[in-house]
T-cell receptor
């Protein structure tokens, strides 16, 4: 079974620029999650999709972050404009149905803001 | 092996000994718990899970214990190996949301 795929693996941008991350979940997984992991901390949920609908985006800074999951498969997360404090690893995860099943993570995109 | 009663950010263990990693969770309504292992440069890797109607679950070389009375979760690793060196996170599910703890860095001494 192929795992969660993410790209790019690394991204360096200057503050106020925009950036986008892509995620392809495990085939057949209905639920997709984006997490932000700041160095030395555990992952923090940004947004959760069930198929192509948003279940929870309460922790997403909506003034600069946006995410979509068109067709209920792949997803993109965008930051515009980026701030210095957005430097982190952005992880995508998927699970078969809801969050009370194992979530499987990709290796993330490491974002550095200059 | 080494045993810690409270959550510590780091744990050093001799190769071949047993490891015990502790985690205190915050919400008594949490109904599902997962342990993840994260190696440098990689995403969290699922190790084992347990639901709130159980107090113990065993996997290959790992055992998870759940004490709902004191909201405590532990991960036991038998015969710790160098490949077990990583950061270990516990996560609790509540209200369809998974919340992660601060993580414990495990270092295996040869």
């Amino acid at each position: 079974e192929a795992g969660v795929a993410q790209s790019p693996r690394y991204k360096i941008i200057e503050k106020r620029q925009s950036v986008a991350f892509w995620c392809n979940p495990i085939s057949g997984h209905a639920t997709l999650y984006w997490y932000q992991q700041i160095l030395g901390q555990g992952p923090k949920l940004l947004i959760q999709f069930q198929n192509n609908g948003v279940v929870d985006d309460s922790q997403l800074p909506k003034d600069r972050f946006s995410a979509e999951r068109l067709k209920g498969v792949d997803s993109t997360l965008k930051i515009q404009p980026a701030k210095l404090e957005d430097s982190a690893v952005y992880l995508c995860a998927s699970s078969q149905q809801s969050s009370n099943q194992p979530q499987h993570f990709g290796d993330g995109t490491r974002l550095s803001i200059l | 092996g080494e045993s810690v009663g409270l959550h510590l950010p780091t744990l050093s263990v001799q190769e071949g000994d047993n490891s015990i990693i502790n985690c205190a969770y915050s919400n008594s309504a949490s109904d599902y718990f997962i342990w993840y292992k994260q190696e440098s440069g990689k995403g969290p890797q699922f190790i084992i899970d347990i639901r709130s109607n159980m107090d113990k679950r065993q996997g290959q070389r790992v055992t998870v214990l759940l004490n709902k009375t004191v909201k405590h979760l532990s991960l036991q690793i038998a015969a710790t190996q160098p490949g077990d060196s990583a950061v270990y996170f516990c996560a609790e599910n509540n209200d369809y949301k998974l919340s992660f703890g601060a993580g414990t860095t495990v270092t295996v001494r040869a």
